[in-house]
């Protein structure tokens, strides 16, 4: 792959490994603690969906150009659940909440399960009356209070939490206190949205059902996730045999479109490679402005594994 400076030209590739990548061990141990990865990056695309699509189809030539003969393809889409909590009506902070706690499932789906009940934290207690004394305080005078409660009740800071993260904890615990609770009706299309697994074109076509029922328009959301479909099947990528999970591609929190993965044997806790969309990183480490950006990653030891597998 050719690479080019990302002043010259608004979109190419820099080749990406390989390079070591840790992992943690999953539950049964059977995932090593560092592979090795070869991958490429794109960045500065203005055709999200062409970049995407054709990040894509390079990686799948790849992994087939090295003897993989038989793969499935896993999509999903970060932006789209975005596109819905933009679409439904919640209050503003319950919106951010679930953005933010999209990528952690066990989390997200407790928050989402509280909030549908109406159930707010526990409004009793110790902690529950600091809270309310900081309910209208600015975060100085807030870790003020803090630091005087614990001295007064002889508490020990300890644990790798700060003062002030404390604090914060706490002006947002009691924020939560004072807003609007979420309506059912959004807890439950929310919940019918995460259920959907299907083929990538029976998905488009249940999710534009939900937002049907519920008086929303992702009309705009779901042409982009159909056009990129349209522009892998043309390349040859059977989208029929393909899956498409709403949930898929919530364990990295900085992708924010396309996540797609390929395994092999339909193996999803093992693929040979992955990747997606991730505009927001080049500016969270720095850049002055929101750069387009696309790569995917090979797992080379599974790859390899897999190849060597007997018919």
């Known amino acids: 792959l050719e690479r080019h400076p990302l002043a010259d030209t608004p979109a190419r590739y820099c080749y990406n490994g390989p390079a070591f990548r840790f992992q943690s061990r999953g539950a049964g141990g059977t995932h090593p603690r560092e592979f090795r990865q070869a991958g490429i990056e794109c960045f500065g695309v ?3 969906d062409s970049a995407d699509a054709e990040v894509v189809l390079l990686v799948a030539d790849a992994v087939k150009s090295a003897g993989l003969k038989q793969c499935n393809f896993r999509f999903g889409d970060i932006a789209l659940f975005y596109a819905l909590l933009d679409a439904l009506s919640l209050p503003e902070r319950w919106r951010l909440k679930l ?4 990528w952690r499932p066990p989390a997200f789906h407790a928050l989402l399960s509280r909030l549908a009940k109406g ?10 009356a600091l809270t309310a004394a900081l309910a209208d305080e600015g975060p100085a ?3 003020e209070l803090v630091a005087d409660y614990l001295e007064t009740n002889d508490l020990p800071l300890t644990g790798n939490r700060t003062l002030g993260e404390i604090a914060e904890r ?8 004072r807003s ?10 929310i919940d019918y949205y995460l259920a959907i697994e299907a083929s990538p074109r029976e998905a488009i076509d249940r999710i534009a059902m939900i937002a049907r029922g519920a008086g929303i ?5 779901l042409y982009v996730l159909s056009r990129r479909f349209d522009l892998l099947e043309k390349r040859g990528i059977d989208i029929g045999k393909a899956s498409f999970a709403t949930e898929f591609g919530r364990d990295l929190e900085y992708y924010s479109g396309l996540v797609f993965q390929i395994e092999a044997d339909g193996d999803k806790t093992s693929p040979i490679a992955g990747g997606g969309r ?16 696309v790569g995917s990653a090979i797992h080379t030891e599974r790859l390899l594994a897999s190849v060597r597998e007997p018919a």
């Open 278 to 293: 991730y505009d927001g990183l080049l500016r969270s480490v720095g850049a002055p402005v929101e750069v387009p950006a």
């Open 170 to 177: 706490l002006l947002d615990h009691a924020a939560d206190l």
């Open 217 to 221: 328009d992702l009309g705009p959301a």
């Open 99 to 102: 953005r933010h706690y999209f």
């Open 141 to 143: 005078r807030a870790e």
């Open 46 to 48: 203005a055709d999200r």
């Open 180 to 189: 609007e609770p979420l309506p059912k009706e959004v807890a439950t299309v």
């Open 119 to 128: 159930e707010i934290s526990d409004g009793k207690g110790p902690v529950a």
